[in-house]
């Protein structure tokens, strides 16, 4: 089982074939580093592509409703009851945070919440790192996924089964734990 270790050390979870394990088609590379940080989760999401960032037309930083539909690096960690939290971040920080009670089935859009999403931009790429505050993330947590979406490709960290991509799946990640 992996552990989110006590920051400085970092999991990473490096995201680089399609959402089915299938070879990637074309030259992109992304990955999320967890780490604990105190009462916090400090998250950090890359992605290397050929070309700029499909991104939506929001200020650098603000949260985005739909930014599954831009290029994105995901997070999914699950908690008992089938409980999980899905965390987007997307280049220039743009940011998604959800609860979900069960696989599509939403608990809390986190409208209200704040993050200070720090980013940058190298050639051919992005990153954006955050911390969570640990009330945020399911009680119980038990497994973990990361996924990123970019140039018309879906990407998994760990596959997920099916027949077209579905990243709303907690069952299927992988065992993961949180260093106390």
């Given at each position: 089982m992996?552990?989110?270790?006590?920051?400085?050390?970092?999991?990473?979870?490096?995201?680089?074939?399609a959402?089915?394990?299938?070879p990637?088609?074309?030259?992109?590379?992304?990955?999320?580093?967890?780490a604990?940080?105190?009462?916090a989760?400090?998250?950090?999401?890359?992605?290397a592509?050929?070309?700029?960032?499909?991104?939506?037309?929001?200020p650098?930083?603000?949260?985005?409703?739909?930014?599954?539909?831009?290029?994105?690096?995901e997070?999914?960690l699950?908690?008992?009851?089938?409980?999980?939290?899905e965390?987007?971040?997307?280049?220039?920080?743009?940011?998604?945070?959800?609860?979900?009670?069960?696989?599509?089935?939403?608990?809390?859009?986190?409208?209200?919440?704040?993050?200070?999403?720090a980013?940058?931009?190298?050639?051919?790429g992005?990153?954006?790192?955050?911390?969570?505050?640990?009330?945020?993330l399911?009680?119980?947590?038990?497994?973990?996924?990361?996924?990123?979406?970019?140039?018309?490709?879906?990407l998994?960290?760990?596959p997920?089964?099916?027949r077209?991509?579905?990243f709303?799946?907690?069952?299927a990640?992988?065992?993961?734990?949180?260093?106390?």
């Amino acid at each position: 089982m992996r552990t989110i270790p006590r920051a400085p050390a970092r999991l990473r979870l490096p995201i680089e074939r399609a959402w089915d394990g299938a070879p990637c088609d074309v030259p992109l590379r992304a990955a999320l580093e967890l780490a604990r940080a105190g009462d916090a989760l400090a998250v950090r999401a890359s992605l290397a592509q050929p070309g700029p960032p499909r991104a939506p037309d929001a200020p650098p930083g603000a949260r985005v409703e739909g930014l599954w539909e831009y290029d994105v690096v995901e997070c999914f960690l699950a908690g008992a009851g089938g409980r999980y939290f899905e965390l987007e971040l997307g280049a220039e920080g743009r940011w998604l945070a959800l609860s979900f009670d069960a696989p599509r089935v939403g608990a809390d859009a986190h409208e209200a919440l704040a993050l200070d999403v720090a980013h940058g931009a190298s050639a051919g790429g992005w990153w954006a790192e955050v911390a969570l505050p640990l009330a945020l993330l399911p009680p119980g947590l038990c497994a973990a996924n990361a996924f990123a979406i970019a140039a018309g490709r879906f990407l998994a960290h760990h596959p997920v089964p099916g027949r077209r991509p579905d990243f709303h799946q907690p069952a299927a990640f992988p065992p993961l734990r949180l260093a106390p």
